[in-house]
């Protein structure tokens, strides 16, 4: 296991985003409910953050509830706005601790209105911090996003307000909730599955991945320095050859 030695400061991620997954099962294996998985995760998300925070990552993306968990039973859905609630309330003075600014991105228009309000208050008593930002991805998927997008492409285009000619990459990047957001450097899933699941499918297209064997609730800031130390040691090409990367170094 890797400590905040091991890494070298002049290189780490500017965004890192994190699957957190395995609560569920993670329950499962001691017996209990799921959502007694979700609960113990909160201190997995406390360490990620702090990690974040020492390293002086400038983003750091939890993907918390995605609208495909709409789905899922209701008492687990219940159960889960009413921790996510309790969560924001008490980890609101760590944030403030850390000098972490938090910022939502998803459809929240579908949350509980008590969600909403704990989550804009947080979101109020941390806006003036200037060291890492958390986004926490709630009733989000990236189709969801793109469609999304679409729809305001497609207005403006009637409107006149854009040609087909003017859109590029850029012109789509500004239509994404994450217009203001670097994409991630890297991206972390827990939970032993190798796949992202309808997360920020723009976003990754350069991303480098690291998947991870142990279930959420029992990652610590010496995995998330693991993560980082792994991706310190790989080469990001961007569609260049190898040898190219090393001329320019």
Same mark, same amino acid.
């Given at each position: 296991?890797?400590?905040? $030695?091991?890494?070298?400061?002049? =290189? !780490?991620? /500017?965004? !890192?985003?994190?699957?957190?997954?395995?609560?569920?099962?993670?329950? +499962?294996?001691?017996?209990?409910?799921?959502?007694?998985?979700?609960?113990?995760?909160? +201190?997995?998300?406390?360490?990620?953050?702090?990690?974040?925070? /020492?390293?002086? !990552?400038?983003?750091?993306?939890?993907?918390?509830?995605?609208?495909? $968990?709409? $789905? /899922?039973?209701?008492?687990?859905?219940?159960? &889960?706005?009413? &921790?996510?609630?309790?969560? !924001?309330?008490?980890?609101? #003075?760590?944030?403030?601790? $850390? =000098?972490?600014?938090?910022?939502?991105?998803?459809?929240?228009?579908? %949350?509980?209105?008590? #969600?909403?309000?704990?989550?804009?208050?947080?979101?109020?008593?941390?806006?003036?911090?200037?060291?890492?930002?958390?986004?926490?991805? %709630? #009733?989000? #998927?990236?189709?969801?996003?793109? *469609?999304?997008?679409?729809?305001?492409?497609?207005?403006?285009?009637?409107?006149?307000?854009?040609? @087909?000619?003017?859109? =590029?990459?850029?012109?789509? /990047?500004?239509? &994404?909730?994450?217009?203001?957001?670097?994409?991630?450097? &890297?991206?972390?899933?827990?939970?032993?599955? +190798?796949?992202?699941?309808?997360?920020?499918?723009?976003?990754? @297209?350069?991303?480098?991945?690291?998947?991870?064997?142990?279930?959420?609730?029992?990652?610590?800031?010496?995995?998330?320095?693991?993560?980082?130390?792994?991706?310190?040691?790989?080469?990001?090409?961007?569609?260049?050859?190898?040898?190219?990367?090393? *001329?320019?170094?």
């Amino acid at each position: 296991m890797k400590t905040i $030695n091991d890494i070298d400061l002049e =290189n !780490v991620p /500017r965004h !890192v985003a994190i699957i957190m997954d395995g609560n569920g099962r993670w329950a +499962q294996r001691q017996d209990k409910i799921r959502l007694f998985g979700h609960q113990s995760a909160i +201190q997995a998300v406390r360490d990620a953050v702090e990690a974040a925070a /020492r390293l002086q !990552v400038g983003y750091i993306t939890l993907y918390t509830f995605s609208t495909e $968990n709409w $789905n /899922r039973p209701k008492d687990e859905v219940d159960g &889960l706005m009413h &921790l996510m609630i309790k969560a !924001v309330e008490e980890e609101t #003075s760590t944030l403030m601790k $850390n =000098n972490v600014r938090l910022i939502t991105i998803g459809d929240l228009d579908r %949350l509980p209105q008590a #969600s909403r309000q704990s989550m804009q208050q947080c979101i109020n008593a941390t806006a003036s911090n200037t060291g890492t930002t958390l986004v926490l991805a %709630l #009733s989000y #998927s990236a189709r969801w996003e793109m *469609a999304e997008a679409l729809k305001k492409v497609v207005a403006d285009a009637a409107a006149g307000r854009l040609k @087909a000619e003017d859109v =590029n990459e850029e012109t789509m /990047r500004n239509y &994404l909730v994450t217009r203001d957001i670097p994409d991630p450097d &890297l991206l972390i899933r827990t939970g032993g599955e +190798q796949r992202i699941s309808n997360f920020l499918l723009w976003q990754l @297209a350069y991303t480098e991945f690291c998947f991870m064997d142990l279930l959420w609730p029992d990652f610590r800031q010496g995995d998330f320095y693991q993560a980082v130390f792994d991706y310190q040691h790989r080469q990001r090409r961007f569609g260049k050859t190898g040898q190219q990367v090393e *001329a320019e170094q």
